[in-house]
């Protein structure tokens, strides 16, 4: 009897979780709709991106801690659910060519006397990282040297440029930094080229393809005035690619896109998975919680993720005068 009666607890339960997960996800239901309208339709490419990032990014959000930065909560969230999670947590070899490339050209505003380094924009703290800790004289001839032979290495072992040799376009961090340091040794570097996989480590985060996601898209069309996209391989392509890029500064490049049908595979993918991962752990996080519950916070707390509340120590309020 006792069990029989667990067992219908359980079953209640059950119910109250699938009732409010049904309320929380019906939200992102008209954002699918109209994506898919405009996707078929071909029109409005921006407005495409932004819908599709923007529900990515909420969904992020509300699965995260309170205060976890929204950098973390985003890459983090669709590494895990959006089922591409080799892709996604990978390195794009193009975009890290790149990024080497326009800050060995921009080397000589960054710095403009030895030991003095010069910052533009935060975007710059994972090269200033590099410079730091690599191990050479932070000096101009010696930052270029770095940064050349680090380009060189990157273009003689992967796929980094446009028409370049058959080669692998995206790979795994750990495996680019122990290549990286293994043919350091046989170059200008050999003296600190066991220093370099920790000095790469931020800047290898944000070449990670679910970052680049995040900057690149999520926040340059959720920000930005203005967001340059190929419109007819936005809409047509439906695998993720390396797109030529060539500047007369900084030289040629091939740069990860991801067109409209990946995003709404990721966006479709990120709600299925996720759904499911709650249903199985059996409990929701704090916003879906009051999302789904919104006439009554106290409703159903059992089905309250606690884990998810922010970390709160004791608070000294003010003697009353």
Known sequence: MESKYHGLMKQLANNR?????????A????TL?????????????????????????????????????SRKAFTSFVTAYAGH???????????????????????????PSPGRVHIFSRLDEPIIHLLDEAGLPVTLKDSDVLLGTLMRIIKREYRAIPG?????????????????????KHTKLKKIANNLPHALAPLLERM???????????????????????????FSEKEVYWKPVYSDYHGKYELVEFPARVLLSVLEQSIKTYRAALVGKGKIPPAVHFFAFPGNIFESLEL???????????????PSH
């Open 85 to 111: 999670r080799d892709l996604l947590s990978s390195i794009s070899v193009g975009d890290l060519y790149y990024e080497l490339g326009y800050h060995r050209w921009l080397l000589e505003g960054m710095i």
């Open 304 to 318: 309250l993720d606690t884990e998810l509340l922010p970390d709160v120590g004791r608070i000294r309020l003010k």
């Open 27 to 30: 939200n992102f239901n008209g």
């Open 164 to 184: 370049q040799h058959a080669g692998k376009r995206f790979v795994n961090a750990t495996s680019l930094q122990n290549k990286i340091a293994e043919r350091a």
């Open 208 to 234: 990670k393809i679910s970052s680049i996601l995040y900057q690149r898209f999520r926040s340059e069309s959720i920000h930005g005035a203005t967001v340059i996209l190929d419109e007819q391989r936005f």
């Open 17 to 25: 979780l699938e009732d409010a997960l049904d309320r929380y996800f």
């Open 33 to 69: 709709d109209l994506a898919i309208k405009l996707i078929t339709d071909r029109k409005n490419p921006i407005e495409v991106l932004i819908l599709l990032c923007a529900r990515l990014d909420a969904l992020a959000s509300d699965a995260a801690k309170d205060d976890m930065p």
